[in-house]
């Protein structure tokens, strides 16, 4: 019997917190205590200082019913923010399937840790229930959550997309961003512009634009895809350090 509904409320919250994955000493608990609109704006300005620190190009619309947040070096990007749940994933709503955007970052925040992901259009495929997207050479399903296309839209309204903690990228520096992004736009412009010899690698790129880092392996460990043409193309490696890592190529059946 409930004899005061005050008391019956704090008591229903408490139990929910001690099932959470966050707590008071955590290095970002207080994202915790921000509303939706406040955390979209922690993480529309987090990107626009990252990358103006990086003496990108940075253009932020202040508009949160937009089709896109911020524009870097000309690439329109809609920027995501979700923090850990009791299940360990991160949900991200609101994805609109317009053709005004380019790139989506998704912002993960987990009690003291941060990840990363840049995922460009074409690795999206929307339909009327949801459709599919593509995170680092895996296929994963979206779910449709309403008219995204309606001026007076809800909160959540378009595509939600769920993110399981082991399948993301953590990032510690600034650097690290920055090889996230620079590996994304990578497969942004070499999206179907590419040829491939009969070991399923691309032949048709500079490859002095490309490098080793931490943030590139551990892409390619996350992807490891049937055709390493994939895996290849989403770890920005040169192909000497890619052969090494996967350990072989297999020659692919003409």
């Keep these: 019997m409930i004899i005061n509904i005050l008391d019956h409320l704090r008591k229903l919250i408490i139990d929910e917190n001690i099932k959470s994955n966050w707590n008071t000493n955590d290095k970002f608990y207080l994202i915790k205590h921000l509303s939706i609109d406040q955390r979209g704006r922690v993480g529309e ?9 990086l003496n990108k190009s940075v253009v932020y619309v202040n508009n949160a019913h937009g089709d896109w947040d911020i524009e870097v070096n000309g690439i329109k990007i809609e920027v995501k923010l979700a923090t850990l749940d009791v299940n360990n994933k991160f949900q991200h709503e609101g994805i609109k399937s317009s053709k005004k955007w380019d790139m989506v970052c998704f912002i993960d925040i987990a009690p003291n840790s941060l990840y990363l992901t840049f995922l460009n259009k074409n690795d999206f495929e929307f339909n009327s229930t949801g459709g599919t997207f593509n995170l680092y050479g895996k296929k994963c ?65 500079n490859y002095d634009d490309l490098g080793l880092s931490r943030v590139s392996v551990q892409i390619l460990k996350k992807a490891m895809p049937k055709k390493l043409s994939d895996a290849y193309l989403i770890s920005g490696l040169n192909p000497v350090d890619f052969k090494l890592l996967v350990g072989q190529v297999e020659t692919r059946k003409k």
């Design 45 to 53: 300005h987090f990107l626009k200082d990252v990358f103006s620190a």
């Design 141 to 205: 399903n979206s779910h449709f959550r309403g008219n995204d296309t309606n001026p007076k839209r809800a909160t959540g309204s378009g595509y939600k997309v769920d993110f399981k903690l082991k399948d993301l990228v953590e990032v510690k520096t600034i650097k690290d961003i920055e090889e996230l992004f620079e590996a994304q736009i990578l497969r942004y412009k070499l999206n179907k512009e590419i040829y491939f010899n009969d070991y399923d690698i691309p032949v048709n790129i």
